[in-house]
Structures are given as C-alpha cells and as structure tokens.
C-alpha cells in the first residue's frame, strides 16, 4: 500500500522557473527518500533525508521535512527540460524492515 | 555510484510462458534485493523481498507460488514469472540496498504476454 501521498499530480512548468512537490504521509519514518524516473526506466536516487534533519541540498535540489507535519518537499530551481520525469517520494518506515513504501509521484514536465 | 543491471529489458511472449528477470549488483554485494511491479502511471508496488541464501519474503497478495524468487548469491537475484498470462503484463524493476540508505534500482523490465 502506499504511504505517501505527492501532490500536485502533474505539473508542467517553463524552463528556468521553479518546480515545487510535496509529500505527506501518516506513519513514523526513518528516512525520507526522493527518487526520479525518466519515462520507461528505472528510478534514480535523488537525495535521503532523515528523520532528525530539517532541509538538505544537492545541485538545484532542496528538500525539507518536517516530521510535525508529517510532511516533506522537493525544490528544482531553474528548472530545464532534462528535468522532464516523474518525481516519487518514499518512506523507510520505522517497522519496514529496510523496504520503501513509494508515494503515487507527480510528473513533472519542463517545457523549453 | 553503485551500479545494478536488469535483464532483459523487454520480453514479448505467448500466454503460459515462463519468463525470468535477472537483477545483477555489478559493483556491490547485495544480502537483500527487492522487486516492484509498476503499471502505467501509477507508483511501484512491492512485490517481494529477496533475501541470499534465504527464502523470499512475499507482500500480502503477491503469489508466491507466481512469482518465483531466487537469491542464491551476493550479486544476483531473479524472478520467474511462471505460466505468464496477459494479466501479468506489466512493468517489474528490482533493486538493491543496505535496508538502512537509498536503494539502486535496475532499469526495469517491460513484460507484455500476448
């Protein structure tokens, strides 16, 4: 079953604005983790963040959690059309023996 | 970064067919792997988790008699999808980890039963 719910579903924006998701889900976790996957391809790890961190960075990501809220999200700034993907969030739970519950995603399109 | 291959990449074949998947860590050792199956937009929903030199441990609803697992080294995990029918069409992606950081996923295979 899935734990985390992402919204928006969709989102299609311009190349150079910024794209913006985000991830609830209902359960303790361990960590948090963002996942992108290019159309008819596996998933690629994005960043992990962890029960006790607030914000972390990679490149043009940023995600923040926030465990009160239950809730996470993931940033691109300057966004470009190779950012064109579906995004997935995924709950390590504090009793999934290692497993990753997956959000439903929210397909990004980045149009030049 | 840690590198795991997925084989074949697609497989087109008749109902009743059995059709297996391989999932290879090519620069790791992996005590566990996991197998998704994905439908068209829509997320991975676990399947199973392969554990070597163990038996696999199935998700509710997953067949296991189905879906046929197999770890029998730190490096290579499969899945035989027996007497496949067009129902078993679908997207499957294995993975690999720590169980504690983020997994490395395989491209996927794309198996569609005519």
């Known amino acids: 079953s899935q734990q985390g719910e992402e919204d928006p579903q969709a989102l299609s924006i311009q190349e150079g604005e910024n794209a913006t998701m985000n991830c609830s889900y209902k359960?303790?976790?361990?960590?948090l983790q963002w996942y992108r996957q290019n159309s008819g391809r596996g998933l690629v790890h994005l960043i992990l963040?962890?029960?006790?961190?607030r914000e972390k960075h990679s490149g043009r990501l940023r995600v923040t959690l926030d465990t009160s809220k239950k809730s996470s999200s993931l940033l691109i700034t300057a966004s470009r059309a190779a950012d064109t993907a579906s995004y997935f969030c995924?709950?390590?739970?504090?009793?999934?023996?290692?497993?990753?519950?997956f959000g439903a995603g929210t397909q990004v399109v980045v149009t030049p | 970064g840690a590198v795991v291959s997925q084989h074949p990449s697609r497989v087109i074949c008749k109902s009743g067919t059995s059709v297996k998947i391989e999932c290879r860590s090519l620069?790791?050792?992996?005590?566990?792997m996991f197998w998704y199956r994905q439908f068209p937009k829509q997320s991975l929903m676990l399947m199973a988790t392969?554990?070597?030199?163990?038996?696999?441990?199935?998700e509710q609803g997953v067949e296991k008699d189905k879906f046929l697992i197999n770890h029998a080294s730190l490096t290579l995990s499969t899945l035989t999808v027996t007497s496949a029918h067009p129902e078993d069409s679908s997207f499957y992606i294995c993975?690999?980890?720590?169980?504690?950081?983020?997994?490395?996923f395989g491209d996927g295979t794309r198996l569609s039963i005519l």
């Open positions: 620069d790791f050792q992996a005590t566990t």
């Open positions: 993975s690999a980890g720590d169980g504690k950081g983020p997994q490395h």
């Open positions: 359960t303790s976790i361990n960590n």
């Open positions: 392969s554990n070597e030199g163990s038996k696999a441990t199935y």
């Open positions: 995924a709950l390590m739970t504090t009793d999934s023996w290692g497993k990753l519950q």
């Open positions: 963040i962890r029960s006790n961190e």
